[in-house]
């Protein structure tokens, strides 16, 4: 398994602004996933991120609106730009670790925009 | 998602009752996971399961995939409110395991 660690764990935020969440992993992994779990619903895959490669998003998400970096195979970032309070959510990050077919979660990112 | 359909949406029992959830796919799965989330806690993992009539079982909470593996059930015995928690399933279909795909949930709350 591995450890994720996610900040912030919450935030509130004004429409317009941007918000960065970090996503950091206790070993080094290939593959880093990030989610967003809407008020009441389940979890819907975003991206992808690859170090070293563009991450893919999913059907429904651009790179304009949630920019991601992985800048090594320990990390990721992933921004919500230009917030309206239809961004409010949790936000997880989530790695698949080593050569299991199971993905780990971090603890979320709580988002209320305002 | 429509892909996976969770039931009940929600559960409360009375502590020491056994209980089951229920995850049916509309197509075939490659891998079927179990995770648990409770606030501020994000998703823990409980279980996969990838074989047709494959069986797990970790303390009191034992996970199932039928042989056709298109449905899935977790079975709590003796619950405690430990076990209190919103149970998500997730699935891999023929795209991979690195796209999952999740139910709505099950909250379950167990009563003293």
């Known amino acids: 398994s591995a450890v994720i660690s996610q900040k912030p764990s919450r935030d509130i935020c004004q429409r317009g602004t941007s918000l960065t969440i970090q996503c950091q992993v206790d070993?080094?992994?290939?593959?880093m996933f990030w989610y967003r779990q809407q008020p009441g619903q389940s979890l819907t895959l975003i991206a992808t991120?690859?170090?070293?490669?563009?991450?893919?998003?999913e059907s429904g998400f651009v790179i304009d609106k949630f920019p991601i970096s992985r800048p090594n195979l320990t990390f990721s970032t992933l921004t919500v730009s230009n917030m309206s309070p239809e961004d409010s959510s949790i936000y997880l990050c989530?790695?698949?670790?080593?050569?299991?077919?199971?993905?780990?979660f971090g603890a979320g990112t709580r988002l209320s925009v305002l | 998602s429509q892909e996976l359909e969770q039931s009940p949406q929600s559960l409360i029992v009375q502590e020491g009752k056994n209980l089951t959830i229920n995850c049916t796919s509309s197509?075939?799965?490659?891998?079927l996971y179990w995770y648990k989330q409770k606030y501020g806690e994000g998703l823990i993992f409980l279980m996969m399961?990838?074989?047709?009539?494959e069986e797990k079982s970790h303390e009191k909470i034992t996970a199932k995939l039928d042989e056709k593996k298109q449905q899935s059930s977790l079975h709590i015995t003796a619950s405690q409110p430990s076990h209190a928690g919103i149970y998500l399933c997730?699935?891999?279909?023929?795209?991979?395991?690195?796209?999952?795909?999740f139910g709505a949930g099950t909250r379950l709350a167990v009563h003293p």
């Open positions: 991120a690859n170090q070293g490669s563009e991450a893919t998003y």
């Open positions: 989530s790695v698949r670790s080593g050569g299991e077919n199971i993905q780990y």
């Open positions: 997730g699935a891999a279909f023929s795209g991979g395991y690195n796209k999952l795909i």
């Open positions: 070993s080094q992994v290939t593959m």
């Open positions: 197509k075939t799965l490659y891998g």
């Open positions: 399961l990838q074989k047709g009539g």
